[in-house]
């Protein structure tokens, strides 16, 4: 059991945010097999082969250990949503005392996989090298479905705020996750194989939705960092979907296959390259695409960020239902 003791100052500063640098390090697993990758099947497949080439043996070792992540591998977020170049040049400026900190709780009185040797004897010279992989690992496998993780945790933070307005926190934890339970300000994670107390004194709590971390529940509670729990956002069910033809039919009889198609997986926005990625055509092509929808009122466009993200518009959504639109049923 973890419990974390949130006073009346903790309270005020509970906070949410998005790590793109948590979607990563949780991924591995997943695309390894090691984790639990059902619900991502999906996402799997098309990342392996875009992996294929880099060399994940340390990366791996540090997320996949049996009671632990390494700590230093996603320093909490500062900002909302935090930025992955920003996130990922704080990790490799890990003091080394808490990467070996980091790496001795993880082996918790087993041997070291060799793999691990260098980073644990050698942490600044070997930070760097970990800190290439994870860019190179970012940009084939999580960049180019990121704006459709953010979506799906923008959306459950949006959901959130909401019930921390009209319930306070004992409705923000009632669903969060079934291992949390919350009363009187004291916040119990059941996690047997775990025992620790904290107080947050001050530093409040972070609250990390992450698309890869189903079905699991992730707390970091060693002082200084500010106590985090890294939850799964709501319908991750949903997110990578199979999209059959068949629901798009009709309209592939109307507009051809390639616009219903991108139609089909607009139900959240995506980027133009990302849609590229899912239909297997360029990004001009899409784009093409794209701008005659937007014209028939069908889709939507809006800047977040350095991404142009697209949706279908309700009438959309009307035209995919079995039948068509209600007022043509």
Not at 117 to 137: C, F, K, Q, V
Not at 223 to 233: E, V
Request: charged fraction near 20%; proline fraction near 8%; aromatic fraction near 6%.
């Amino acid at each position: 059991m973890i419990q974390l003791l949130l006073g009346p100052d903790d309270l005020t500063r509970i906070r949410f945010a998005l790590s793109p640098l948590e979607e990563l390090v949780h991924s591995v697993p997943v695309l390894t097999g090691s984790g639990q990758h059902m619900a991502h099947r999906p996402w799997r497949t098309r990342a392996l082969p875009a992996v294929a080439h880099i060399d994940l043996s340390v990366l791996r070792a540090l997320t996949e250990g049996p009671r632990f992540v390494a700590d230093f591998l996603a320093p909490p977020p500062e900002a909302m949503t935090g930025h992955f170049a920003d996130e990922l040049d704080a990790m490799a400026s890990t003091p080394a005392e808490e990467v070996v900190r980091s790496l001795d709780e993880m082996r918790a009185g087993q041997g070291l996989p060799e793999s691990l040797r260098p980073l644990y004897e050698h942490p600044e010279r070997e930070l760097s090298r970990l800190a290439a992989t994870m860019a190179a690992y970012w940009s084939a496998a999580i960049e180019p479905v990121w704006p459709r993780l953010r979506s799906l945790s923008d959306a459950d933070v949006a959901h959130r705020a909401q019930q921390l307005t009209t319930g306070g926190l004992d409705r923000v934890f009632a669903d969060l996750h079934p291992e949390v339970t919350y009363a009187s300000g004291k916040l119990n994670i059941d996690k047997p194989r775990h025992h620790a107390v904290r107080s947050a004194a001050g530093a409040g709590l972070l609250l990390v939705p992450c698309v890869f971390a189903w079905p699991r529940l992730l707390v970091l509670h060693n002082a200084p960092q500010q106590p985090t729990l890294t939850y799964s956002p709501r319908g991750i069910g949903q997110l990578w979907s199979a999209r059959g033809d068949e629901q798009a039919q009709p309209l592939t009889e109307l507009m051809g296959r390639s616009r219903a198609a991108l139609l089909v997986h607009l139900d959240l926005p995506v980027s133009t390259t990302q849609l590229a990625a899912y239909l297997g055509v360029s990004s001009a092509a899409v784009s093409q695409h794209l701008s005659v929808l937007r014209r028939c009122n069908l889709v939507t466009s809006h800047r977040s960020g350095r991404w142009m993200l697209h949706q279908r518009t309700a009438l959309a959504t009307e035209l995919l239902l079995p039948g068509g639109p209600p007022e043509s049923r």
